[in-house]
């Protein structure tokens, strides 16, 4: 009689995967985080993309939400990442902080302008990302970290020089209660005046639920970050927020839109 063995026993571990299945998963995530257009992305984008190709959740229809956890943890990927001598569109780590926003601008004439919107990061990561992608040119838009502020003297200047209506700081945060409270503690680290209206654009767990984004712990309420969300889909929809701003109630993602156009596809004015 054959003794079957246990299914236990017989799982396969995602340490004793092999060398040619983890290349070769890190080398499709590394082509599809930077698609379209050769984007750049920060190593923890790289981490997502490695767990939507294990585990490609995101390609099921929006409902029911629900967010997943990480096939495989961030320590384990960075040990796969050490395998490869160099990653393509991956950005390098972020430089320390020197100071509020502005405060070395060396044209003094730059602040005689109006500046009709900033937007501020909660990821210092994410800010550096889509500066390094053009965010700021393509949507005449400020990009800081929240480890930037306060704002300068000079750009506070540039916010209330606006004449068509007033100037907004748009807030990108994780989907996490330190997230949900950072819009209201933004005034303050800005050293914005009131004449500035604080607009949140997300992440909540209404956006990111029905995208089937990877969360942080095991839990059903453990928190989202920003980075979860594709590079390509973020960059498209904090495009179309902060140039369209009469629409800042629409959701972070519209999924519908994107699907549309296309998954990865970069903002159309």
């Not at 060396?106 to 053009?134: H, K, T």
Request: proline share 10%; glycine share 8%; with cysteine.
């Amino acid at each position: 009689m054959t003794t079957r063995t246990p299914l236990r026993s017989r799982r396969v571990h995602l340490r004793e995967l092999p060398d040619r299945f983890v290349d070769a998963v890190l080398a499709r995530a590394v082509r599809r985080v930077g698609a379209p257009t050769d984007l750049r992305f920060t190593q923890r984008q790289l981490y997502y993309e490695v767990c939507r190709t294990l585990l490609p959740v995101h390609r099921l229809p929006r409902t029911p939400a629900f967010t997943v956890p990480a096939p495989v943890s961030y320590r384990r990927f960075c040990t796969w990442l050490r395998r490869s001598d160099d990653v393509p569109g991956l950005l390098p780590p972020r430089p320390a902080r020197t100071g509020g926003t502005g405060s070395h601008t060396p044209e003094p004439d730059l602040y005689a302008y109006g500046l009709p919107r900033v937007l501020c990061c909660q990821d210092q990561d994410i800010a550096q990302m889509l500066r390094a992608n053009g965010l700021p040119m393509e949507s005449a838009c400020l990009v800081v970290g929240v480890d930037e502020l306060p704002l300068s003297d000079g750009i506070i200047r540039m916010l209330g020089n606006v004449d068509d209506g007033p100037a907004r700081v748009y807030v990108l945060h994780d989907d996490s209660p330190i997230g949900a409270e950072l819009p209201g503690r933004i005034r303050e680290l800005a050293s914005v005046p009131n004449s500035v209206q604080v607009v949140p654009i997300g992440l909540r767990r209404g956006q990111s639920a029905p995208l089937h984004l990877t969360r942080t712990g095991f839990g059903m309420g453990s928190d989202v970050e920003v980075a979860a969300v594709a590079p390509a889909m973020l960059l498209r929809s904090v495009h179309r927020l902060v140039r369209e701003v009469h629409r800042h109630h629409e959701p972070l993602v519209d999924v519908r839109g994107a699907r549309a156009t296309g998954f990865l596809t970069w903002p159309q004015r």
